[in-house]
């Protein structure tokens, strides 16, 4: 258990509709991060967070965003949705406070949205 | 902009022996890290080792163990022993490690290598 926590696992919808997908950080991680792994494209970056701010930004589409709360758990927001859009979503975190030596991001286990 | 490449689609391996898998990569950075990740059918990602650019001892985690080449901006994986449950997509990814401001500590990864394990 990597101590990132992604919900829901599993998510079909409809092109032209909304979903938000929901991840928690490991217990003090302040940077948040988003991949789109699909496969035509791969692991893509598409957005990161650190401590609510957004730090940078990759591939990330306009129909999509992200934000990071006070409790630092985040979500990313993909609207008008398309069947290209059909991927496995990863959240990540790291930097923890507590060990500035650790440099490795930690995964959740990812959500998978089929776009029908 | 830094890129990853894994030139292995896929890999075979026998049970119990060594198996590597390449890596490359191309930066203007001098300091940086690198890691491989394993992703089972599971899903999960997994870190399996990580090398730090300004070590030149090569990083080694029980079974797997690296082949880092600085100058020739090479990073290989070594799994010795293989065993079954090291089947699983292998991908290696960059992380910079000068972050200014506005900088990131993003990872950019390779497409992967397929590796299989034979009974």
């Known amino acids: 258990d990597s101590g990132v926590t992604q919900t829901p696992k599993h998510l079909i919808t409809a092109t032209g509709q909304r979903v938000t997908l929901r991840c928690s950080p490991r217990s003090g991680d302040l940077s948040v991060y988003w991949y789109q792994q699909s496969l035509d494209q791969g692991l893509q970056f598409l957005i990161q967070?650190?401590?609510?701010?957004?730090?940078a930004k990759g591939n990330i589409l306009e129909r999509f965003s992200a934000q990071q709360f006070p409790d630092l758990h985040s979500e990313l927001n993909l609207s008008s949705l398309e069947l290209g859009d059909s991927a496995l979503y990863f959240c990540?975190?790291?930097?923890?406070?507590?060990?500035?030596?650790?440099?490795?991001?930690?995964f959740g286990q990812g959500t998978r949205l089929t776009v029908v | 902009a830094q890129t990853v490449t894994q030139s292995q689609p896929e890999m075979s391996v026998q049970e119990a022996e060594t198996v590597t898998l390449s890596c490359t990569y191309d930066t203007s950075e001098s300091d940086y890290y690198l890691f491989w990740y394993k992703q089972p059918p599971s899903r999960q990602m997994i870190l399996v080792i990580r090398?730090?650019?300004?070590?030149?001892q090569n990083a080694t985690e029980n079974r797997f163990s690296v082949n880092f080449q600085k100058a020739a901006k090479s990073f290989s994986l070594k799994i010795s022993d293989s065993q079954l449950g090291d089947a699983a997509m292998y991908f290696c990814?960059?992380?910079?490690?000068?972050?200014?401001?506005?900088?990131?500590?993003?990872?950019?990864f390779g497409k992967g290598t397929k590796l299989t394990v034979n009974p």
């Open positions: 990814a960059y992380r910079s490690a000068l972050i200014t401001q506005g900088g990131s500590e993003k990872l950019v």
């Open positions: 090398q730090e650019a300004y070590k030149q």
């Open positions: 990540a975190s790291s930097v923890s406070p507590r060990d500035m030596t650790r440099t490795e991001a930690f």
């Open positions: 967070y650190y401590n609510g701010e957004e730090r």
